[in-house]
T-cell receptor, first 115, second 111 residues
Framework: DGGITQSPKYLFRKEGQNVTLSCEQNLNHDAMYWYRQDPGQGLRLIYYSQIVNDFQKGDIAEGYSVSREKKESFPLTVTSAQKNPTAFYLC??????????????FGPGTRLTVL | GENVEQHPSTLSVQEGDSAVIKCTYSDSASNYFPWYKQELGKRPQLIIDIRSNVGEKKDQRIAVTLNKTAKHFSLHITETQPEDSAVYFCAASYRDDKIIFGKGTRLHILP
């Protein structure tokens, strides 16, 4: 379970506020991912990054932004433009570079609640 | 577009019986198919995976089969136990390290 961490575990935000979720990994992985998990919806990809200073939109990127300034870090900002931000957010990492074995390792998640 | 369909969404089996979860994928270029287990309140963890050059893989009570022609893969759990109760996700890799997940199957093991 170790190697990829997320903080905080629980986060409360008022409507109209931006909030940033932290994700750090010490696995020396090139690729990092952000997923949103809602009941009955599975894991939906928000953004992913294959390498430092580069990232791509996933299926539900609207209202979110990311940065990848360091290999170890991939923070996610939930902006006020996200219409329904209350959800469980999971960060993951993998060796990446389109290697054939691409197991993803997940962080413990952050539960965001908009009040 | 890229898609992974997973069925059923909920599955209840008697303890000791077998459970089967099925997935289909859309992109014939996919070459890696992992299965993740997520227990309540915990993070998903890999339980088994299969690559496109293999048709079947087994690990104790868990097995996965892959039919590339039909773009279909399945998870089989035999001799189910209470600790198998969880949500199971299939996934398929696509280009650019992207992995798409199915919507999950909630497995209940009945005593």
């Amino acid at each position: 379970d170790g190697g990829i961490t997320q903080s905080p575990k629980y986060l409360f935000r008022k409507e109209g506020q931006n909030v940033t979720l932290s994700c750090e990994q010490n696995l020396n992985h090139d690729a990092m991912y952000w997923y949103r998990q809602d009941p009955g919806q599975g894991l939906r990809l928000i953004y992913y990054s294959q390498i430092v200073n580069d990232f791509q939109k996933g299926d539900i990127a609207e209202g979110y932004s990311v940065s990848r300034e360091k290999k170890e870090s991939f923070p996610l900002t939930v902006t006020s433009a996200q219409k329904n931000p209350t959800a469980f957010y999971l960060c993951a990492s993998s060796r990446g570079r389109e290697r054939s074995y691409n197991e993803q390792f997940f962080g413990p998640g952050t539960r965001l609640t908009v009040l | 577009g890229e898609n992974v369909e997973q069925h059923p969404s909920t599955l209840s089996v008697q303890e000791g019986d077998s459970a089967v979860i099925k997935c289909t994928y859309s992109d014939s270029a996919s070459n890696y198919f992992p299965w993740y287990k997520q227990e309540l309140g915990k993070r998903p963890q890999l339980i088994i995976d299969i690559r496109s050059n293999v048709g079947e893989k087994k690990d104790q009570r868990i097995a996965v089969t892959l039919n590339k022609t039909a773009k279909h893969f399945s998870l089989h759990i035999t001799e189910t136990q209470p600790e198998d109760s969880a949500v199971y996700f299939c996934a398929a890799s696509y280009r650019d390290d992207k992995i798409i997940f199915g919507k999950g199957t909630r497995l209940h093991i009945l005593p």
